[in-house]
């Protein structure tokens, strides 16, 4: 927490992780002072063992906070406020595949900016997932960015049959920012909750 410059900042990453700690004690129904925690090599953390395995990931940006919890699948999920104070074209040519590079320059103002942040999630949300970390570059697969097209994992690289393994969902947080969250096999149910806003202040 300390490692944020603002105070506000400090105040959400306590209030994510309070939260969390709070839904994995209820879905446990343990007290939320029992429940240990473990990180992987990469830095993923995870429950200890000897405790059900639910499997978490927390995004925050701007005004919001989200948690996503799965059992007995891998998840992650990000959250970005949307803004136009950079160069798309140059951050993705950093990290996008050259076919969302195409994608992204055949779009101008703000649909190519909107497309931007619809592919960052959508990478962020699979690499937090899969719990590798910068191991895992993203330039190796290929999400949907084009505004309004569903989300979807569709190449992966280099073992091709690693995209139908997961799911990939955008998600609707509010006017202004993008998420998206990837789960671990297909058919899965989602349901969604929300908490007061007023936590996080």
């Given at each position: 927490?300390?490692?944020?410059?603002?105070?506000?900042?400090?105040r959400?990453?306590?209030?994510?992780?309070?939260?969390?700690?709070?839904?994995?004690?209820?879905?446990?129904?343990?007290?939320?002072?029992?429940?240990?925690?473990?990180?992987?090599?990469a830095?993923?953390?995870?429950?200890?063992?000897?405790?059900?395995?639910?499997?978490?990931?927390?995004?925050?940006?701007?005004?919001?906070?989200?948690?996503?919890?799965?059992?007995?699948?891998?998840?992650?999920?990000?959250?970005?406020?949307?803004r136009?104070?950079?160069?798309?074209?140059?951050?993705?040519?950093?990290?996008?595949?050259?076919?969302?590079?195409?994608?992204?320059?055949?779009?101008?103002?703000r649909?190519?900016?909107?497309?931007?942040?619809?592919?960052?999630?959508?990478?962020?949300?699979?690499?937090?997932a899969?719990?590798?970390?910068?191991?895992?570059?993203?330039?190796?697969?290929?999400?949907?960015?084009?505004?309004?097209?569903p989300?979807?994992?569709?190449?992966?690289?280099?073992?091709?049959?690693?995209?139908?393994?997961?799911?990939?969902?955008?998600?609707?947080?509010?006017?202004?920012?993008?998420?998206?969250?990837?789960?671990?096999?297909q058919?899965?149910?989602?349901?969604?909750?929300?908490?007061p806003?007023?936590?996080?202040?």
């Amino acid at each position: 927490m300390e490692r944020f410059r603002f105070e506000k900042d400090r105040r959400r990453y306590l209030v994510g992780r309070g939260l969390l700690r709070l839904l994995l004690a209820r879905y446990l129904a343990v007290s939320p002072k029992d429940l240990r925690f473990e990180t992987t090599a990469a830095g993923k953390p995870h429950l200890a063992s000897g405790q059900r395995q639910l499997q978490f990931n927390l995004a925050h940006s701007g005004e919001y906070v989200l948690i996503a919890i799965a059992d007995g699948r891998a998840v992650g999920i990000d959250v970005e406020e949307v803004r136009d104070d950079f160069d798309a074209g140059e951050l993705a040519a950093h990290f996008f595949s050259s076919d969302e590079q195409r994608e992204l320059e055949a779009l101008t103002g703000r649909p190519k900016i909107e497309a931007f942040f619809e592919c960052w999630t959508r990478k962020e949300a699979y690499v937090k997932a899969r719990g590798e970390g910068l191991s895992l570059p993203l330039d190796q697969f290929d999400v949907s960015l084009r505004p309004g097209e569903p989300a979807r994992l569709i190449a992966t690289r280099p073992d091709p049959a690693e995209a139908r393994r997961w799911q990939l969902s955008g998600l609707h947080v509010a006017d202004g920012y993008k998420a998206a969250l990837a789960v671990e096999g297909q058919g899965c149910t989602l349901r969604f909750w929300n908490c007061p806003g007023e936590l996080a202040r």
